[in-house]
């Protein structure tokens, strides 16, 4: 039933396994939908290109949100989960043909969304909010994938207790698994939350029930839209502090803060579901300050400790190699290693970018002037896409040889990659919000209003936008491409690794040592401290803006 | 060490100096942004509402047929233009795909505005100052406005609502003293013109 | 000194908590469910009907 891993000394439980692979391959199928659909969205949505006809690209829209939110993400994520909960415990996977159930049925659903959507019949995009109504089976397949993937997640916490039980583990998981254990947590949320508005919704579309009301429908959705990519939120945390480890020998710098911040998001950031609904009616401020502040900002003070937490792993591990400047340590960095700049480009542009605008966009009375607008994709472009995706694409370098058991080809290819993917969504990402600030509207075909009524021009300086808008996204379109190339190619026709020798990508092993005198100082992470503060100085300075931007418009109350 | 199990003592490992400074300065800036948040009801000109109803969509669109009635001073593009008395109740009515009426509004006049929807779920996207507002069938999302500003505003959907989503756009003009809503819209049909186009289909008309 | 090692190895509440996956899931469930979802539907079902004066605004003629 075991093999043990020649490189990592690891019991690996090969029928885990062979799930692992299977969750991490169809992920990948997806997340090409999902990428095809996306060149189509780039060269559309540009106001003069319009590369398709209006139907298709509400279609395409509806397609590329699903494969790329949730398909592809939810497939990786259930691999991660029985590979932290499995492998990184080397413990049996508690029961392979459930395991093999939720595949099959994550993958009915997922096909079934698929098929309704490219038949036409569930033009809704990917909030369908009543009374827009879809398909039957529309529902019917968003009920299976969520069922699957629920079944999935209890099938990574059995993992645990059957692991426990048979002394595979004492007291405290391991930092990685402990961020999936917070992932899985979030995921119960959002997949019975989506259970609980689903079903009704599918009555509906059957005509067993005639009305779901639109504003209950409102906030459950988004306990599924939102903390789905809440899910995602503490997954990628999880491969951040995994890749800092492999790549530099990674130290964390203090589990009890990594795990305290770990426990504010469990707690609190699945209220931040409120983000879609600050501008709804039926629901008071009271409850929109509350909420959409995650109880006063504590998930926002758990990412911000990861924020310090992740690059500090890696300058204190370099540190004790000997690297003594405020940044030789990450210019001397494995740039080289493909996880390495992924997991770098990741963190900084979740930060920067994704971070900083969710707040800003996710309070109360400045989503105003955001709501809907082309700055909330731009938003999760910097989220969900630098960050989770990013991050994902990086580990996956890891996982080719190790789980795989492949060579990587092209390798030298793959050190490109994620640089072409991650400043390709930067672009794309930072281009939208700007847009979204001028007021461009997200989902809207032509903005330019033809065929409508009345005309309306934006502020010109958007063309400058638009064109960054294109290149930033073709180019994250070929380094996702680029991706896939590599992927499918080392796993299904790459050279089989023989052993340790075979390992292209270096798995880093911490450092002993202090080489010299250990340092006096009470600050330990110097480097980490001043990208931090630089970190905070934009991040108030954002805050600041979006106040001054809001009260330039109308008086509203 | 994110793969292994930690030490065992982690809990009571004392965090490094430069960790626990950030955090502070991380959660002192957390509780000052939730603050802020409140304080902005008080002191800040721009807060969502605290006030909406429940309607039924064919009510409310009666509703909306009479207020336009009452206050119709003509028509632009087969979408009446309305100009409702300063500091009174307005409404706006979105539906798949147009914004009825236009409105005509004063400068730095107060307007109650109660939206709402006759299908689908639409978004109010004023544009150029850019505020967006959920628009819900079945609820009166009641808005008080004060344009600050004179000039021709678009009202874009953003929230999608079918096929012909990028064609609903409306408008809302605000004038300042001593001007007139045509310096903005150009000509206004009026009813008497409306009268004279429909008699140039009839060839025996004069 | 036997004291103190006593101390080290008795765990802290924090611990505790973080120690236990299962407690950790209901905790997660339990803020969710009671702040953000039955606080919000109750928000929503409290919405009262239009009031009459407000449609009568719209309805008379005149002012």
């Known amino acids: 039933m075991f093999r043990k891993c020649d490189i990592t000394g690891f019991e690996v439980d090969k029928r885990g396994e062979a799930l692992i692979k299977v969750n991490a391959v169809f992920a990948v199928v997806f997340f090409l939908v999902a990428i095809i659909a996306a060149f189509f969205l780039v060269l559309t949505r540009h106001p003069t290109i319009h590369l398709l006809p209006p139907h298709l690209y509400y279609r395409f829209l509806t397609l590329h949100g699903w494969n790329a939110l949730l398909f592809w993400i939810i497939f990786f994520e259930i691999a991660g989960l029985y590979f932290g909960s499995t492998v990184v415990l080397n413990s049996r996977f508690s029961s392979p043909p459930l395991g093999w159930l939720a595949f099959f049925l994550m993958l009915g659903g997922a096909l079934l969304i698929n098929y309704t959507i490219l038949q036409g019949k569930a033009d809704v995009l990917f909030t369908s909010y009543p009374p827009l109504k879809a398909h039957w089976l529309y529902y019917l397949g968003v009920l299976l994938f969520a069922i699957g993937a629920l079944l999935g997640v209890i099938l990574f916490f059995a993992n645990l207790v059957v692991a426990k039980r048979e002394g595979k583990w004492q007291r405290s998981l391991p930092l990685f698994t402990f961020g999936l254990l917070t992932a899985a947590i979030i995921a119960i949320v959002t997949l019975v939350s989506g259970a609980i508005i689903f079903i009704p919704t599918f009555l509906w579309s059957l005509g067993i029930i005639d009305k779901v009301d639109p504003e209950n429908y409102r906030i459950i959705f988004w306990g599924v839209g939102h903390p789905a990519q809440q899910i995602n939120l503490a997954a990628m945390i999880s491969v951040w502090y995994l890749i800092s480890y492999l790549s530099v020998g990674g130290i964390t710098p203090s589990e009890k803060i990594s795990r305290l911040a770990f426990l504010l998001y469990i707690l609190f950031i699945n209220l931040a579901s409120a983000h879609h609904l600050l501008v709804d009616p039926a629901v008071s401020p009271a409850w929109k300050v509350f909420n959409t502040s995650y109880a006063m900002y504590l998930a926002v003070l758990g990412s911000m400790i990861h924020a310090y937490a992740i690059p500090a792993s890696v300058e204190l591990a370099q540190r004790k190699r000997g690297y003594r400047g405020l940044f030789t340590w990450l210019a001397k960095a494995p740039w080289g290693n493909p996880a390495f700049s992924a997991m770098f480009i990741s963190l900084v542009g979740f930060g920067f970018i994704g971070g900083v605008t969710g707040v800003m966009i996710g309070k109360e009375q400045t989503n105003i002037i955001h709501h809907n607008t082309l700055a909330v994709p731009g938003h999760f472009k910097g989220t969900v896409v630098i960050g989770t995706t990013l991050a994902f694409m990086g580990i996956t370098y890891y996982l080719i040889p190790l789980i795989f058991r492949r060579k990587i080809v092209f390798y030298s290819l793959a050190k490109v990659q994620p640089w072409l993917f991650g400043l390709g969504i930067a672009m794309l990402a930072i281009s939208m919000l700007a847009l979204g600030y001028l007021g461009v509207p997200r989902r809207h075909y032509d903005i330019l209003f033809s065929n409508a009524p009345f005309k309306h021009e934006f502020n010109p300086a958007m063309w400058f936008f638009w064109a960054l808008f294109v290149i930033g996204g073709i180019s994250a379109v070929l380094g996702a491409i680029l991706w896939i190339f590599i992927v499918v190619l080392s796993v299904f026709f790459g050279p089989k690794l023989k052993g340790p020798e075979d390992m292209q990508i270096p798995i880093v092993p911490p450092p002993q040592e202090e080489k010299r005198n250990p340092s006096h100082s009470s600050i330990l992470s110097p480097g980490t401290l001043t990208l931090i503060f630089i970190f905070f100085v934009w991040f108030m300075t954002y805050f600041f803006l979006n106040w001054k931007w809001l009260s330039a418009t109308w008086y509203v109350k | ?206 | 000194m036997e004291q103190e090692k006593e101390k080290n190895t008795k765990a802290s509440i924090l611990r505790e908590i973080l120690d236990d996956p299962m407690l950790l899931l209901f905790l997660g469930v339990a803020v969710y469910i009671i702040f953000y979802v039955i606080w919000g539907i109750m928000e929503v079902s409290q919405v009262s009907e239009m009031p009459a004066q407000i449609k009568q605004i719209f309805l008379t003629q005149g002012r």
């Open chain 2, 1 to 206: 060490m994110a793969l292994l199990p930690p030490p065992e003592n982690w809990d009571k490992e004392k965090p490094s100096k430069d960790e626990k400074t950030w955090v502070y300065i991380a959660l002192f800036s957390c509780f000052f942004m939730f603050f802020w948040m409140i304080g902005w009801h008080i002191f800040g000109k721009q807060n969502t509402s605290f006030v909406s109803y429940k309607v039924n969509p064919m009510e409310f669109f009666q509703l909306h047929s009479s207020f336009v009635e009452k206050y119709k001073i003509g028509e632009k593009n087969g979408v009446p233009v309305v100009k409702p008395p300063p500091e009174s109740d307005v409404i706006l009515l979105a539906r798949m795909w147009s914004w009825s009426p236009i409105l005509v509004l004063e400068k730095d006049k107060w307007y109650t505005f109660h939206i709402s929807s006759l299908d689908l779920q639409h978004g109010f996207s004023l544009q150029p100052v850019n505020m967006n507002f959920q628009v819900v069938p079945g609820y009166d999302h009641v808005l008080k406005f004060k344009p600050t500003k004179e000039g021709e505003y678009s009202i874009i959907c953003n929230e999608f609502c079918g096929i012909g989503h990028h064609l609903m756009i409306g408008k809302i003009i605000v004038i300042a003293d001593g001007e007139t809503p045509e310096k903005y819209l150009g000509e206004i049909k009026t009813e008497k013109n409306d009268f004279a186009e429909k008699g140039d289909f009839n060839p025996s008309g004069k």
